[in-house]
């Protein structure tokens, strides 16, 4: 039995069949939906962790066919152990590895555990991150989340201009899922720099999402709150 499938066979032994009928669920596998035919097993994320450190040396072909299954956490088991594998050896390998086939991170839960720590780690010491605004104006919904959500490891560090630049260009994004993701980052921007992000907020007011507007003062107090979404600030 090759390593591959005895990885597998672990995570199909932690199948949980009425947890992955929620799971279908509230990941939207419906036809028409951003998620649909995601297959899943129902395995906690915790679990898939474990097995992820279990694998840890998977051959980089073998963690390939894995991220390009049907199965849902065969796909995260897999970006899991891409992230161990660059946190512990900073090999720029895992970086390229991971854009190139950026396709198959397609759900927002694939792109939110991998794309910071992965992508956004990577340019934490570069200047160029031309890459982040190719990926905002792709016509791939994953790309996009993936553009945003790897500033997180940015805004961590006190590098907080690329994540309003690319919440810029995102804000004319229709989907839901941009709008939260961009919401989200905006709001941790908020965390360090108050007057930067209200700053944003009143400079694009009129182009915000109100998604994206209340998830980026889901912090302030309910007054504030009340006062921003109608464009008192």
Do not use: C
Request: no cysteine; net charge positive.
């Amino acid at each position: 039995m090759s390593i591959l499938t005895k990885l597998k066979s672990e995570l199909k032994s932690n199948a949980n069949p009425e947890k992955a009928k929620v799971l279908q669920g509230f990941f939207k596998t419906g036809k028409g939906q951003y998620g649909e035919g995601d297959i899943f097993l129902g395995i906690t994320v915790p679990k898939q962790r474990k097995i992820a450190k279990e694998f840890y040396d998977l051959k980089l072909n073998d963690v390939l066919q894995l991220l390009k299954s049907p199965i849902h956490e065969e796909r995260l088991t897999s970006l899991l152990i891409l992230v161990d594998r660059y946190e512990k050896t900073n090999d720029h390998r895992f970086v390229k590895f991971y854009l190139k086939n950026a396709k198959y991170v397609n759900n927002w839960d694939l792109v939110d555990l991998s794309a910071p720590k992965i992508l956004g780690s990577y340019l934490l010491n570069l200047k160029n991150r031309k890459i982040l605004y190719t990926l905002a104006r792709s016509n791939n919904l994953w790309e996009k989340r993936i553009s945003i959500i790897s500033t997180f490891a940015l805004i961590r560090d006190n590098q907080l201009d690329d994540t309003l630049k690319i919440s810029k260009i995102l804000l004319n994004d229709t989907h839901d899922l941009t709008h939260k993701a961009v919401g989200w980052m905006l709001r941790e921007v908020g965390k360090r720099d108050e007057k930067l992000l209200i700053k944003f907020l009143k400079e694009n007011y009129d182009d915000l999402p109100r998604t994206t507007l209340r998830y980026a003062i889901e912090k302030f107090d309910e007054k504030r709150r009340k006062g921003m979404l109608k464009g008192r600030f």
